[in-house]
């Protein structure tokens, strides 16, 4: 079983700063899933990525596969950014994707 | 709109009773997920759909679950006898490739079980 965790649990920082939260996995995966849950449920996938770096405006997401970990980044963050950041990765072989619990990041004017 | 639409967005209902959450994928997408969410966790797996077929389900989904998606469109998710333990936040997804196709979530359906 694919046992997913996150780093740090929660995150507060001052509007401005630049922010990494990181995920670890135990198992090899095709592909790894970021996502943004605001208050009141909603989720929204930020990305998907298998290999390298991916760019998004201010958000960048990275994965290292021989490491299994993967980190995202916000630069010049802003309070909008506050939300819960959820990493996400596929189960062996099946299609069920198991998450981690989340980073609750909180952005201060 | 042609994002994931979840109907109704809250529930409140006495325990025992049964309830039905109702999600509406983005049209062309053939792949369609259940998932559960309870305070302070990440999403568990329920189930998920491949156009009609049910193909995968989990453990978590006790006799009581039971999901469809007839015609491949629209799916249900009903909860009979419900028990307090089954609170939680309904969130569906959809998507268009294999797991690692991008996937589209609802704002989630809420239920709170008295």
């Known amino acids: 079983k694919n046992e997913v965790e996150q780093s740090p649990q929660n995150l507060t920082a001052q509007e401005g700063e630049f922010i990494t939260i990181n995920c670890s996995y135990s198992?090899?995966?095709?592909?790894l899933h970021w996502l943004q849950q605001h208050p009141g449920g909603g989720i929204v996938s930020l990305f998907m990525?298998?290999?390298g770096k991916k760019k998004h405006g201010r958000l960048i997401a990275t994965i290292n596969i021989q490491e299994k970990h993967s980190s995202l980044h916000i630069t010049a963050s802003h309070p909008r950014d506050s939300a819960v950041y959820i990493c996400?990765?596929?189960?062996?072989?099946?299609?069920?994707?198991?998450f981690g619990k989340g980073t609750k990041l909180t952005v201060n004017p | 709109d042609t994002g994931v639409s979840q109907n109704p967005r809250h529930k409140i209902t006495k325990r025992g009773q049964n309830v039905t959450f109702r999600c509406d994928p983005i049209?062309?997408?053939?792949?369609l997920y259940w998932y559960r969410q309870t305070l302070g966790q990440g999403p568990e797996f329920l189930t998920y759909?491949?156009?009609?077929?049910?193909?995968?389900k989990s453990r978590l989904l006790s006799d009581r679950f039971s999901a469809e998606r007839p015609k491949g469109s629209f799916s249900t998710l009903e909860i009979q006898r419900t028990e307090q333990g089954d609170s939680a936040m309904y969130l569906c997804?959809?998507?268009?490739?294999?797991?690692?196709?991008?996937?589209?979530f609802g704002e989630g359906s809420r239920l709170t079980v008295l």
């Open positions: 198992v090899g995966i095709s592909a």
């Open positions: 997804a959809s998507s268009l490739m294999r797991n690692t196709g991008e996937l589209f």
């Open positions: 996400a990765v596929p189960q062996g072989g099946s299609e069920k994707l198991v």
């Open positions: 049209s062309e997408h053939n792949r």
């Open positions: 759909f491949q156009n009609e077929a049910q193909l995968e």
């Open positions: 990525l298998s290999s």
